[in-house]
């Protein structure tokens, strides 16, 4: 992207960036507060019927609204879970998952188009981070979707394609912005970030001080395996990590939660669950732990498997026995595919790139 196009990305602008945008336009500055509720209404140009035909057409020739439109939509029979296919400006794709609770609607979106953290079960690292989403196209992902779905959406997790801290600067401004109250509205304590892992990142996000809720993707509880399956634990390891954790939760006071994948043989052993338990409460058992057990989603290119129903039961229950806070990911969407990369993945070797 040029830079005269990341200068002009509206979406990614906050409402005074916006009216200053405007204004040396030439355009009144009440134009802005127009332009602001469309765009947060996911409104194409043409669409904005109350501003004048000439600003319209200077919009639509001289600035990028970076709102993503969508490719494909599966709905899932079983429980109304929405998978969105997002097609960017540049002709990037990117996912996200819309699930349906009884306290409200969440959606799970994408902040970057691939990933280069090379997890080894993982469908979105298969070839490697294409570029990082602009604030615009992880707000753009909400926006469309709540039009898509004609209800308003409450909750954000970012656990869809990409590592979020490896694109800090456009997910932070990302995060201020969902929350403005004109705007989106979702504010910090109805967002999770999920992350593999970046310390120096954790690090600068627990200065930001923000309500979010923090999860880390563990996934093997000695260094041997973490590494075998994620790259990223040569750079920093798992005490390294957890101490980091340790120093969050202390800073912030914000609860941290922990993914944990099972893969058949590899992680999900009685033996893995009792390592687990005691690393978790040697580095943060100053604070209720909370893990959240996800059976892996098979990736024909990786060939691992799911553990058996019964192991995860028993691997769930024994961190328990332990006192720690299990869970297992209920699975939402099991008819379309609703594990994320896997339609980006898809749409790829569809267009042999
Ligand atoms: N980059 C972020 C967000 C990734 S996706 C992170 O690593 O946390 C969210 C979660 O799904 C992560 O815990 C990730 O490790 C996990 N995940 C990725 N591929 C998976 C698969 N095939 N099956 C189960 N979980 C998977």
């Not at 009440?30 to 669409?47: C, D, H, S, V």
């Not at 041997?224 to 390294?240: C, D, E, G, H, L």
């Not at 691997?315 to 594990?339: E, W, Y």
Request: proline share 3%; charged share 25%.
């Amino acid at each position: 992207m040029t830079d005269k196009a990341k200068n002009t990305d509206i979406l990614s602008m906050t409402r005074e960036e916006l009216t200053d945008f405007v204004e040396a336009m030439g355009v009144p500055s009440f134009r802005a507060n127009q332009l602001w509720g469309w765009m947060y209404k996911g409104a194409r140009i043409e669409e904005m019927t109350n501003l004048p035909e000439s600003f319209r057409k200077i919009l639509a020739q001289q600035v990028l609204y970076a709102l993503p439109t969508v490719a494909k939509k599966q709905v899932s029979s079983i429980d109304g879970t929405v998978k969105l296919l997002f097609r960017l400006y540049d002709g990037q794709h990117v996912e996200s998952v819309v699930m349906f609770y009884e306290h409200g609607i969440s959606i799970c979106i994408s902040s970057q188009a691939g990933c280069r953290m090379g997890c080894k079960f993982c469908a979105s690292t298969l070839h490697g981070k294409d570029r990082d989403l602009l604030p615009s196209e992880m707000l753009g992902q909400i926006v469309v979707a709540q039009r898509e779905i004609g209800q308003r959406i409450s909750g954000v997790v970012m656990m869809g394609i990409g590592e979020p801290l490896d694109n800090y600067d456009n997910v932070l401004r990302f995060l201020h912005l969902v929350s403005a109250p004109d705007g989106l509205n979702i504010g910090a304590r109805h967002i999770s970030l999920s992350t593999c892992g970046l310390v120096d990142k954790i690090r600068m996000l627990q200065q930001e001080n923000l309500q979010i809720t923090l999860s880390i993707s563990l996934h093997a509880c000695d260094d041997q395996k973490r590494s075998a399956i994620m790259p990223v634990n040569n750079r920093w390891n798992i005490q390294t990590l957890l101490t980091a954790c340790s120093d969050y939760f202390k800073a912030t006071g914000r609860r941290i939660s922990f993914e944990y994948t099972l893969i058949a043989g590899v992680n999900d052993s009685a033996e893995d669950a009792l390592k687990l338990s005691k690393l978790l409460t040697r580095y943060m058992g100053n604070m209720p732990i909370h893990v959240n057990l996800i059976p892996v989603n098979p990736v024909a290119e990786r060939g691992f498997n799911r553990s058996a129903a019964k192991s995860v039961e028993e691997f769930k229950n024994l961190l328990i026995s332990q006192r720690i806070n299990a869970t297992v990911r209920r699975k939402l969407g099991a008819d379309i595919d609703a594990s994320c990369g896997q339609l980006r993945h898809q749409k790829r070797e569809e267009e042999g790139s």
